[in-house]
């Protein structure tokens, strides 16, 4: 039972909240252009999950390699720096996950393709295993990109573009530009999320040789960073409501946008890094409640 606890603290299911806002909102989009497939929700949701785990695990891999977890890490020890999970159980670990993300992915692409041409089954395909890849690379490997400022970019393209308009793609078979409006919020969101992690670690990082964007921008044009990515997330909202206008409920979102400017103002006043770990789980919860009351709005 010691070690099922141990490899449950391993998958961080903390984090599924933010991963799940994506294909949530990519569900509600669908919904509200009158498509809906059941088991396409149902496939995204799996298929997110292993890849979140996959990545917390990747992660807790890669860095206890690269030697960024150690004692003066500001935020949860983990698994393999604990001691509670070998380096090689860990990586079977990644591997048994990635397996999973894979055979998840591929009946997800079955659900949502019916009827499409086998090239854009393909292309699909393709974006499902780049999303594995990066997953992994992030910290694993010779040169993760998560070590060289690229993690935000990620981020976005993954938790907020692929995540959303993937969603809604294989929901509707189509896309438009509108759509892209509600997915770069949860993108910014997303990497307002990972910009937390990274002011909270930042002495430690710098230290250990993992450039990460705030490593690049330091404290200061790093916490205005962040205030940027939720305020962009913000606007781009409202701006697609805007377009999208038909009755005033759509704007139910905007209940959480005191919680947004909230967390923003918390990051901004900041002086001890080791304060803003609750603020993580508060702006991943903060961005599913966007998530759920955006798309309640879009379809009351």
């Known amino acids: 039972m010691g070690k099922i606890a141990s490899w449950v603290k391993a998958f961080r299911l903390r984090t599924l909240p933010l991963s799940f806002s994506s ?5 509600f989009l669908a919904y509200n252009k009158g498509h809906f ?6 496939g995204a949701l799996l298929t997110t999950l292993f890849l979140q785990i996959l990545s917390n695990l990747a992660n807790d891999y890669g860095d206890t390699v690269h030697g960024v977890d150690n004692h003066q890490r500001l935020g949860p020890k983990r698994s393999v720096q604990s001691g509670e999970i070998s ?3 860990m990586k079977w670990g990644v591997i048994v996950f990635t397996l999973l993300s894979l055979l998840s992915g591929i009946w997800l692409l079955v659900a949502g393709t019916k009827g499409l041409k086998l090239s854009s089954g393909f292309i699909l395909l393709i974006i499902g295993l780049v999303a594995i890849a990066a997953a ?8 993760p990109y998560g070590y060289i400022g690229l ?3 990620a981020v976005f393209i993954f938790f907020g573009l692929t995540g ?4 809604y793609f294989l929901h509707t078979q189509q896309i438009s530009i509108e759509e892209f409006l509600p997915a770069i919020s949860i993108g910014l969101f997303s990497t ?14 710098q230290q250990s040789g993992k450039i990460t964007m705030v490593v690049k921008l330091g404290v200061r044009k790093g916490k205005v960073y962040h205030a940027l990515l939720i305020g962009a997330g913000l606007f781009a909202a409202l701006l697609f409501t805007l377009i999208d206008y038909r009755q005033p409920l759509q704007f139910i979102y905007l ?4 919680l947004f400017i909230r967390n923003v103002i918390v990051v901004l006043k900041n002086e001890d890094p080791s304060q803003l770990n609750p603020q993580l789980k508060i702006l991943a919860l903060t961005t599913l409640l966007f998530a759920i009351t955006f798309g309640i709005g879009l379809i009351l």
Not at 23 to 27: A, E, Q, T
Not at 37 to 42: D, G, H, T
Not at 192 to 205: A, F, H, T
């Open 164 to 167: 959303v308009l993937g969603t």
């Open 37 to 42: 497939i059941p088991s396409v929700l149902i």
């Open 23 to 27: 294909v949530i909102l990519g569900s």
């Open 151 to 153: 993690g935000d970019f």
């Open 255 to 258: 209940i959480t946008f005191p």
């Open 87 to 89: 380096l090689q159980q």
């Open 136 to 143: 992994i690379k992030y910290t694993i490997g010779k040169k």
């Open 192 to 205: 307002g999320v990972l910009n937390l992690n990274n002011l909270r670690d930042r002495v430690n990082d």
